[in-house]
């Protein structure tokens, strides 16, 4: 097992434009320890994040946080942590990491008809989690810890460039052998799948859509399509059994739960926008679906791989008509894009101010609406509304922009302050730290902003010290 943990290492270390693995655990202990767990999983998002292209849109990014966040409200561990994100690979997948860090491939969005089929993939990632059945995992069976992040990470990584190499990775003679280790348990998914179903159903939506998605994926996989056959079902195995137990679950009142949501439709639309491998053959597709086919999806999914395609300009006719048919935010916002790509700043920040105005807060026309402001030399207004932001909730974004925010303000070492919260919570503590030690040798601090910003240092520190005795 240690050789098989060593041959993977190796692999990964080679792949060519891929940073050097981290530290995932002493492979001699195979205990894992809350706050171990806490390490391995910072470790694991931040190799992902390194060398996995994510999806980076921010209506995309708030609603998986939203319905994450929803769904665990309503799970067996409320108050766990949980980090919710996309990554830009075709195939089907999903995963939960170590800490409760779930991932999601680009590909299983677009392949889920509606909302109740993510819905339930990504409950049951959540139950797992709760359950412990990773943790359980490697402390019952021979494996260390590191060794088994390597392989799960050798197959992300592998699958982000050539999907079927990393497919072919993961049932190659040693791979599979470590391989076996990580895949849970018949048992442990059929709980997943039982307290998955409970979670939908106290969130409100209707969980037919998990025992629907598993039965699609289980006939994809009878297909010769090779992808279809070596990913999700690679790791999450399922049979007809499996299946009528998920729906023999289901009862008469969950049939008036929604299926489905706008919401989910549109980010089904921005997801396949963003993973496209040309925007332009995207715009050709959609113009040649029949009529029966045109509807308010495909427009707005047309608008928003013209702006893709840098052609703002077409998709605004397009946009302005479907605001005009449905109120939903996330028309204007695009809206707001298209102006701006176009050159047109006014018309964006005029658009902006309204979203902001009726949906105070609102994250990703929050964001937007900063971004405006500081194009439009407004930063002082944009530092205030960001910080506003941060009271709610502390997110990268957020410090990311509030540093391009004080930068255009002048103020630079609160710049370099915003941006080591911004590493720290992207699990970068010694980039943080150098962003700190940047901003005290900025000239002319203040005695109270000195002694924040050497508190701050300590802080971070003494984090990094003990991270290291792990």
């Known amino acids: 097992m240690k050789k098989t943990g060593l041959f993977l290492l190796g692999l990964l270390l080679s792949i060519p434009a891929m940073a050097e693995l981290p530290d995932l655990g002493d492979p001699t202990q195979r205990e894992l320890t809350p706050y171990r767990e806490q390490l391995m999983g910072r ?8 060398n996995v292209p994510f999806i ?50 680009s590909g299983l969005i677009i392949e889920a008809d509606n909302e109740s089929e993510f819905a339930g993939v990504m409950a049951h990632e959540i139950s797992h989690v709760t359950q412990r059945h990773l943790a359980r995992q490697m402390t019952e069976n021979s494996a260390a810890p590191g060794a088994i992040f390597a392989a799960i990470l050798t197959g992300i990584l592998v699958a982000s460039q050539n999907p079927e190499a990393g497919a072919a990775l993961i049932y190659g003679s040693q791979a599979a052998l470590i391989q076996s280790q990580i895949n849970f348990t ?20 209707n969980p037919s859509g998990m025992a629907n998605f598993f039965n699609t994926l289980l006939e994809q996989s009878r297909t010769d399509n090779v992808l279809a056959q070596m990913e999700y079902l690679r790791t999450h195995p399922l049979n007809t059994t499996r299946i009528a137990e998920a729906s023999n679950r289901l009862t008469a009142k969950d049939q008036s739960l929604p299926l ?15 993973s496209a491998s040309s925007a332009k053959q995207l715009i050709e597709r959609i113009q040649n679906l029949p009529a029966d086919e045109q509807n308010l999806l495909s427009r707005y999914t047309l608008a928003i791989a013209y702006i ?7 998709a605004i006719p397009i946009l302005k008509d479907i605001i005009t048919e449905n109120p939903h935010p996330w028309f204007p916002l695009a809206l707001s894009d298209a102006y701006l790509g176009n050159d047109q700043l006014q018309h964006a920040l005029e658009v902006l101010e309204n979203i902001e105005n009726l949906y105070p807060g609102y994250l990703p026309g929050s964001i937007r609406y900063a971004t405006a402001l500081i194009l439009n030399q407004k930063a002082s207004e944009a530092v205030k509304l960001l910080n506003t932001l941060l009271r709610k909730s502390q997110l990268p974004v957020i410090y990311k922009t509030l540093a391009r925010a ?9 710049a370099m302050e915003a941006t080591s919260y911004e590493y720290e919570l992207e699990g970068y503590l010694n980039l ?8 005290l040798q900025q000239p002319e601090l203040n005695k109270l902003t000195r002694q924040r910003l050497e508190s701050r240092k300590q802080t971070l520190a003494d984090q990094i010290k003990k991270e290291g005795k792990f």
């Open 432 to 439: 943080a730290i150098q962003q700190v030690n940047n901003a």
């Open 56 to 105: 980076e849109d921010l209506e995309v990014n708030d609603y998986i946080r939203s319905l994450g966040l929803k769904l665990v409200s309503n799970s067996l561990s409320p108050q766990g942590h949980f980090r919710f994100f996309v990554i830009r690979i075709p195939s089907i997948n999903a995963f939960a990491g170590p800490y409760g860090y779930i991932g999601f491939h």
């Open 186 to 205: 018949r048992a442990n998914e059929h709980e997943a799948d039982r307290i998955g179903i409970d979670v939908m159903r106290k969130s409100g939506i």
């Open 308 to 314: 893709a395609d840098y052609r703002p300009a077409a």
């Open 260 to 274: 489905d949501s706008l919401d989910f439709q549109l980010t089904r639309a921005r997801v396949a926008v963003a």
């Open 406 to 414: 004080y930068f255009a303000n002048g103020q630079v070492s609160l």
């Open 43 to 50: 470790n694991f998002y931040r190799t992902l994040k390194a």
